[in-house]
């Protein structure tokens, strides 16, 4: 194979690759059904015109008939007449009409034939464009079908891959940061203008008693803590009030003995710490 030939091979099948890629099979479907449609019209007019050419030779048949018949009258006047020659004549152009009507006959038979053809093929021609068309909807929507379905796969193939859901990470990433930055500067900000303990004590304060609160109903429900009652509130009352009068009592004693042998404070912490076990064994 020359080279030439192949270069023209080449260039013939990237043009067909082009034209087969540049085909829009809605657009192609719309162009076939408009030949089909131009096709339908001009079928029509060509049945037209062989229906007016059946007609027209009906009526030469219907003329020469009729003037067959005319002469045939002729010829029985000439006969009636007594003239016989032109009796023979009228007869010999009836006969002439007559083979010109039978001519007629056997073409105008012969067009009805072909016209009853010509009929059923644009009838066929006509359901052909009509089930195209439903077809063409069918395909578009076929079609149209196919171009979501590959739509969604594309979108779904886009969704695997990992590169997006890593822009995705790579941001909330970004953005802690950020926040992680803008409460540094917050709180830097708090120590310069000397409010940062402030604010620690407040929220000690408003954060503090509740969970206290919470913490005493729970130790109560877990019977760890119980509410003093009234009666041991009293007692309680009373007894403290006893062991005040007792230190009372206590103190006027020691006084009592201060004063009573002279001795002081120190002298009777001596006597309290002396072991009088030992005095008596020896006495």
């Known amino acids: 194979m020359g080279i030439f030939s192949r270069l023209g091979t080449l260039i013939k099948s990237n043009i067909n690759d082009l034209i087969t890629k540049a085909e829009d099979p ?36 219907t003329a020469e008939t009729d003037k067959a018949k ?3 009258r002729k010829a029985m006047v000439a006969v009636r ?5 032109l009796a023979r004549q009228a007869l010999s152009r009836k006969q002439e009409h007559e083979t010109i009507a039978t001519q007629f006959q056997q073409q ?3 067009q009805k034939q072909a016209v009853e053809k010509l009929k059923d093929a644009l009838r066929l021609l006509n359901n ?18 196919a171009e979501a379905q590959q739509q969604i796969a594309n979108t779904m193939q886009g969704l695997g891959d990992t590169s997006a859901f890593d822009t995705f990470d790579r ?15 917050a709180e830097l900000a708090g120590e310069l203008s000397g409010d940062t303990l402030e604010s620690k004590f407040h929220a000690l304060e408003a954060g503090g008693g509740a969970e206290d609160d919470a913490l005493a109903e729970l130790k109560s429900k877990m019977g760890l803590l119980e509410a003093p009652k009234g009666g041991d509130a009293k007692q309680l009352g009373a007894g403290a009030a006893s ?9 006027d004693a020691s006084g009592g003995v201060a004063s009573m042998g002279g001795l002081t404070a120190e002298d009777l912490k001596e006597l309290e710490d002396l072991d009088l076990s030992d005095l008596d064994k020896k006495s």
């Open 26 to 61: 809605e657009k192609m479907l719309s162009q076939v059904l408009l030949e089909m449609q131009q096709q339908l019209v001009e079928a029509k007019k060509a049945v037209a015109v062989a229906i007016a050419d059946e007609k027209k030779l009906q009526k030469q048949y």
């Open 70 to 72: 005319e002469w045939e």
């Open 81 to 85: 007449a007594g003239d016989d020659g």
């Open 108 to 110: 105008w038979i012969q």
């Open 128 to 145: 052909k464009i009509e089930e195209a068309k439903r077809k063409k909807n069918i395909l578009i929507a076929r079609k149209k079908r």
């Open 171 to 185: 941001m909330a990433e970004r953005i802690q940061l950020m926040e992680a930055e803008a409460e540094a500067g």
């Open 243 to 251: 062991s005040k009068e007792d230190k009372s009592s206590a103190g």
